[in-house]
């Protein structure tokens, strides 16, 4: 089931099952990040508002809560940055009184420098932020953030988070070949990160189509190679291996399958025809692609999937 600012519970690489709940309608964002999953960002901004009817997406989400009982997280997450929205702080702790599950929240970390944000996020049980960099060069060239917007803001903003909050951060680095897998760059994000003190660092590299086709991926070796640098608190983030005999999962399969069987399409004609979020499907074409199922392929710069 779900709802018109939910999508999933999807299979997550790091929340299990995780219920999305978006709140930024596609695609605002402080970012405009080279390797996005989801493509250029069309409103660049860090301008904080209800974009989203906040009564109606808790709504939503209390819909599910009713009729589904395979839920890890209630993830924010969705089509740009969620902490744009100026009620997610309402959200999470409404969230929290009517049930256990944990709640997540994926962001960029533009905004965490802002101590309402900052405030607003200490309700929820794990935040996962993302960092590229430690320079203004890289910053620019991976996220192209909003002009205005410093790197140094940025981490400023992480650390201080820190401080005041008592839940768990699980920091993702994202790595893209020749832009900042460079030693100089893993040092210094090394002792950039020592001051954050994340509870987890997840290493991450581009494995979905990106916005740019330079946005390369590291090998599982050079992956390998970067954990040690991080030492104990650091992890590569693995495929999730879902459970085949769920029927939630095995249906959703075969509804993109079955859209890939007409002729190669791009993932906005999947959303089209089958009616599900672009985070949702790029989850199960994710697992088609590796399972060898579907692939990918290239026509006119754009991408798009066929049957194997």
């Known amino acids: 089931m779900e709802t018109k600012y939910t999508y999933g519970p999807v299979p997550s690489r790091r929340l299990r099952f995780s219920l999305g709940i978006d709140l930024i309608p596609f695609k605002n964002c402080s970012f405009d990040c080279i390797y996005c999953q989801l493509g250029k960002t069309t409103n660049k901004t860090i301008k904080r508002k209800e974009y989203l009817p906040t009564e109606e997406i808790l709504k939503g989400v209390e819909e599910i809560l009713k ?24 959200l999470i702790t409404e969230l929290k009184k009517i049930t256990e599950i944990p709640v997540a929240v994926l962001t960029n970390s533009s905004l965490l420098f802002m101590p309402d944000v900052q405030e607003e996020l200490s309700n929820a049980d794990v935040v996962l932020p993302t960092l590229c960099g430690t320079t203004q060069e890289i910053f620019n060239k991976i996220n192209r953030p909003i002009p205005d917007l410093n790197i140094e803001k940025v981490i400023r903003g992480l650390v201080d988070f820190r401080q005041l909050y008592k839940g768990r951060i699980w920091l993702e680095i994202m790595l893209i070949k020749g832009l900042n897998d460079e030693q100089m760059n893993l040092d210094k994000l090394r002792m950039v ?18 916005s740019e086709k330079y946005a ?5 070796e050079e992956l390998q190679r970067i954990e040690k640098i991080f030492g ?3 992890e590569i983030i693995a495929s999730f291996k879902a459970k085949r005999g769920s029927v939630y999962l095995l249906d959703t399969e075969r509804t993109i399958l079955e859209v890939v069987k007409r ?20 989850k199960y074409l994710d697992q088609l692609h590796r399972a060898k199922k579907v692939k990918l392929t290239e026509h006119d710069n754009r991408n798009y999937y066929e049957i194997l």
């Open 67 to 90: 009729n589904n009982d395979r839920i890890d997280y209630l993830t924010f997450s969705g089509s740009g940055e969620p902490t744009l929205h100026s009620k997610i702080g309402y």
């Open 193 to 210: 990160v020592e001051k954050i003190a994340p509870d987890r660092i997840h290493l991450n590299t581009v494995v979905r189509p990106p």
């Open 216 to 220: 390369l991926p590291l090998s599982i």
């Open 232 to 234: 104990d608190n650091a």
């Open 263 to 282: 002729r190669p399409v791009t993932l906005d004609d999947i959303c089209s025809l089958t009616s599900l979020h672009r985070n949702e499907v790029l």
